[in-house]
């Protein structure tokens, strides 16, 4: 919650405890995670991993900022130059700790720092992390299975992906 | 981005939308599928945080389980959160701390997962440590829907609640008999004889006697007319009057030091309990810096409340200003329980006008008993201790000219006062 309706929250956010504090650990620890990943699949290292941990500890004391997504261009940026494989199992590893990132900064945003976490709560956050990395590991493994074919472009694939493409932005667009 | 009733796209919605979103399309640009791998979780929670936006605003109602406490007492603060369209999911909010007032949870803050929990859990206990009108609440209570996508926040001013302390009554009780005054009708027995309910001798016929008194065993045995006599009863006219002009001491609630306003009226609350569960009489006035505000005598536990109410109502003054003004009118034979620190020569000649007017009156000295010893400085301590001696020298000057004053200790501080100005009401000396 932003400082605007939560005038304290600076305050208040030394005070987190129980789940909220564990979620604050994991907005921190998330991002590490994914650049040791990066690490072990890399070819080449990008040295912004200093960067990123003190994004990510703004991120913890202030979950409803925008620091958020300089996190996530970090560490998507940091992949693109470093990792030329693929279709190493590693973007997994990322993908995971990029949901994991977002989904504990998101839900430490909706409560106060203080207030006790409900088991309804918690289990409702996990289940939708889950399915998403759970998303992203399909994902892996339909490019593992493209990236060792070769396959031909196709005129007629592309336009229906980018008419697609173009159809899911608009509906986001109208929906937010 | 419009806001559907005052619903809001937070950070995290536009993290995974601009962060997913720039992720899939440098996976496509650069020919890099890998990168949609990592596109894939934001891009979900932006998808799922946008196909269940809320469209209405939740319908947020706040409310207290009571608007007046006694000191010490705790009540909840309760939030219903009605959600139409069932695609709020989580609930949080916030009840800023009120002065003299704890929360539990400590924090004021509580959270739930609406659908799951319900709004039951969306309670915050009150309890108020000190006497006092104070204004509480309103809680602000934020909204979420799925994965935090959008939020709505809700904190009308409306909501808000009045909550109105009344002093905590010390433990007070008076075994002596009650003071006369010239009221023949209560639940006081008076020594004069009279048309009462309670029981005095059988003795000869006078005329004026009524026949229905007529005690016909012991007239048939002596021969001659005999009746039963009563006691009249006797109806106490009390005035508490409390002085609220000045405030000295530490004041730390229920739980702490009670400063001199607080003993005061907590002792305040106490006597007029005691009176009025007796069945006597009781008005009140207020000498304070605004002013004098009066409450005409009248008996039952009503009546009570509204003097409770107005002890509540009493506020603190900022500076140490006696100008000795005096109540125009107080009761004819009324008995006068004036409340005071005493602190300035103007509160002891206010008790000795009273007096001069004929009335009883009696001084309770409500001057906490370590202010002394509170002061946080040696040199306060002993200048304290300099004015203490010389409020002592007042107050003995005061007692030789026939002012009952006593220290405020609870239950039976007035025996002894009362006691002696039933004797010399008996003897005829009223003051």
Redesign the interface.
């Known amino acids: 919650?932003?400082d605007q309706?939560?005038p304290e929250s600076w305050r208040?956010g030394t005070?987190a405890r129980g789940v909220g504090l564990l979620l604050r650990l994991l907005v921190v620890l998330a991002p590490a995670a994914a650049l040791g990943c990066t690490r072990l699949a890399a070819d080449s290292i990008l040295a912004i991993e200093v960067v990123v941990i003190a994004a990510a500890a703004l991120v913890a004391i202030a979950p409803?900022?925008?620091v958020?997504?300089v996190v996530?261009?970090l560490?998507?940026a940091n992949?693109?130059a470093s990792?030329g494989?693929?279709?190493?199992p590693w973007?997994?590893g990322?993908?995971?700790s990029?949901?994991v990132f977002?989904?504990s900064?998101?839900?430490a945003?909706?409560?106060?720092?203080?207030?006790?976490?409900?088991r309804?709560?918690c289990r409702?956050w996990l289940q939708?992390c889950s399915?998403?990395?759970c998303?992203?590991a399909a994902?892996?493994g339909v490019?593992a299975a493209?990236?060792d074919q070769r396959v031909a472009g196709a005129q007629l694939l592309v336009a229906a992906a980018l008419v697609v493409?173009a159809s899911?932005?608009l509906?986001?667009r109208g929906?937010? | 981005?419009t806001d559907a009733e005052g619903w809001r796209?937070?950070?995290?919605?536009?993290?995974?939308?601009?962060?997913g979103?720039?992720?899939?399309v440098?996976a496509?640009m650069?020919r890099?599928?890998?990168?949609?791998?990592?596109a894939?979780?934001?891009l979900?929670?932006?998808?799922?945080a946008?196909?269940r936006?809320p469209e209405q605003a939740p319908v947020v109602t706040q409310s207290i389980d009571h608007g007046v406490l006694r000191e010490g007492d705790a009540t909840t603060w309760r939030i219903a959160v009605a959600d139409p369209e069932g695609r709020v999911?989580?609930v949080?909010a916030?009840l800023d701390e009120a002065a003299w007032t704890d929360r539990q949870?400590a924090?004021g803050?509580?959270?739930?997962?609406l659908h799951?929990?319900g709004d039951e859990?969306l309670a915050i206990a009150i309890r108020s440590s000190h006497w006092g009108r104070r204004r509480v609440g309103p809680a602000?209570v934020?909204a979420?829907s799925?994965?935090?996508g959008f939020r709505w926040?809700g904190?009308d001013e409306a909501d808000a609640r009045l909550l109105v302390t009344l002093p905590q009554p010390s433990p007070f009780d008076a075994v002596a008999p009650p003071v006369r005054t010239p009221g023949l009708v209560g639940l006081n027995r008076s020594p004069r004889g009279g048309s009462g309910t309670e029981f005095a001798s059988v003795r000869p016929f006078q005329p004026g006697d009524r026949l229905r008194r007529v005690h016909w065993p012991q007239s048939l045995r002596t021969g001659t007319l005999h009746v039963t006599s009563t006691w009249a009863d006797q109806d106490r006219h009390v005035v508490l009057m409390v002085d609220a002009l000045t405030d000295v001491g530490v004041s730390g609630g229920i739980d702490g030091r009670a400063s001199s306003l607080d003993v005061s009226v907590r002792a305040t609350s106490s006597v007029a309990e005691y009176f009025i569960s007796h069945g006597d009489r009781v008005g009140l006035v207020v000498l304070s810096a605004r002013g004098v505000r009066r409450l005409a005598a009248a008996a039952g536990h009503r009546h009570l409340r509204r003097v409770l109410e107005v002890l509540a109502s009493i506020e603190r003054s900022s500076s140490l200003v006696d100008d000795g003004r005096m109540p125009r009118v107080l009761g004819e034979g009324a008995l006068v329980v004036l409340l005071s620190p005493l602190l300035s020569p103007a509160s002891l000649q206010r008790a000795a006008t009273i007096a001069d007017r004929g009335l009883q009156v009696l001084v309770i000295d409500c001057l906490p008993e370590q202010i002394a010893e509170w002061a946080d400085e040696p040199l306060i301590g002993m200048t304290w201790r300099i004015e203490l001696l010389k409020r002592e020298r007042e107050l003995g000057r005061a007692r030789a000219a026939g002012v009952a004053v006593v220290p405020w200790h609870g239950p039976g501080s007035l025996d002894a006062v009362l006691r002696d100005a039933h004797h010399s009401a008996g003897r005829g000396r009223h003051r």
């Open positions: 919650m932003s309706f939560w208040l005070r409803d900022s925008h958020g997504l996530v261009a560490v998507g992949w693109w990792v494989d693929l279709a190493t973007s997994i990322v993908a995971a990029l949901a977002h989904a900064a998101a839900a945003s909706v409560v106060p720092p203080s207030a006790v976490w409900t309804a709560m409702r939708r399915v998403v990395v998303g992203s994902t892996w490019v493209v990236h493409a899911g932005a509906w986001m929906a937010s | 981005m796209p937070t950070p995290a919605h536009l993290r995974a939308v601009v962060g979103g720039s992720l899939a440098a496509v650069a890099r599928p890998d990168l949609l791998v990592l894939v979780p934001l979900g929670a932006a998808v799922m946008a196909a936006r999911e989580d949080a916030l949870p924090t803050q509580v959270a739930v997962a799951a929990d859990a602000v934020v979420s799925a994965w935090a926040v904190r």
